[in-house]
């Protein structure tokens, strides 16, 4: 079967550093993404990665390893505002995307 | 922005009762989907449409029909809605000629069932 796996919930503080996890288990694979959603808001798009390696956007980067189903988000620099869900989403080889059910990121001051 | 508006935003409807909810992009995209988003569910893909009166099933499809007969326009209707469809439900968009490229979403619709 397709599968998405992450962590629930995360805690960090201001100003840190935290990485958010990702595996990922579908048939084909055209891409992983990540979403940033706040609550009650709708989901955003934050990156795209199809190619092994880490891209850099700013505070964000995500990185891919494609042998190991295996992705991560990196945010550094945490300011408050960056509290919200972090959804994770791999691309199948029908271009349906497999959505993880979030990780929960509370930033303390 | 993509230009995604979504209609109603809130709902509480009856059980048994057709619910009719409407998505409309301003941008002529191919690809329009609909999403439902519960507590400790990942998104889930009810169906898409990959242009006019082209249309496919998504994961969880059963009880949800869906028609677009104009580019702008994706409709979702619940036949005889369920408490189980109490859910946020939203619509996206595929910016691109094809459906690899992100999706960007309306901001949903919460339907509540009674």
């Known amino acids: 079967g397709q599968n998405i796996d992450q962590p629930t919930e995360m805690t960090a503080t201001e100003g840190a550093i935290v990485q958010i996890n990702c595996t990922y288990q579908t048939s084909g694979f055209n891409g992983l993404f990540w979403y940033q959603q706040h609550a009650g808001e709708a989901p955003t798009f934050l990156s795209y990665?199809?190619l092994d390696g880490l891209e850099e956007k700013g505070r964000f980067s995500s990185f891919l390893s494609r042998s190991k189903g295996y992705s991560y988000l990196l945010l550094k620099e945490l300011q408050m505002k960056d509290s919200a869900s972090y959804l994770c989403?791999?691309?199948?080889?029908?271009?349906?995307?497999?959505w993880g059910a979030g990780t929960k990121l509370i930033i303390k001051p | 922005d993509a230009g995604i508006t979504q209609s109603p935003r809130h709902k509480v409807t009856e059980t048994g009762t057709p619910v009719t909810l409407r998505c409309h992009q301003t941008e002529n995209h191919r690809y329009m989907y609909w999403y439902r988003q519960d507590p400790g569910h990942g998104l889930r893909l009810i169906h898409y449409?990959?242009?006019?009166?082209?249309?496919d099933k998504g994961e969880v499809s059963d009880g949800y029909s869906v028609s677009r007969s104009k580019t702008e326009d994706f409709l979702l209707t619940l036949e005889s809605a369920t408490s189980s469809q109490t859910s946020v439900y939203f619509c996206?968009?595929?910016?691109?000629?094809?459906?690899?490229?992100?999706?960007?979403f309306g901001p949903g619709t919460r339907l509540t069932v009674t």
């Open positions: 990665n199809v």
């Open positions: 449409s990959y242009g006019v009166k082209d249309t």
């Open positions: 996206a968009i595929s910016e691109g000629r094809d459906p690899i490229y992100e999706q960007y």
């Open positions: 989403a791999a691309m199948d080889s029908n271009y349906q995307l497999i």
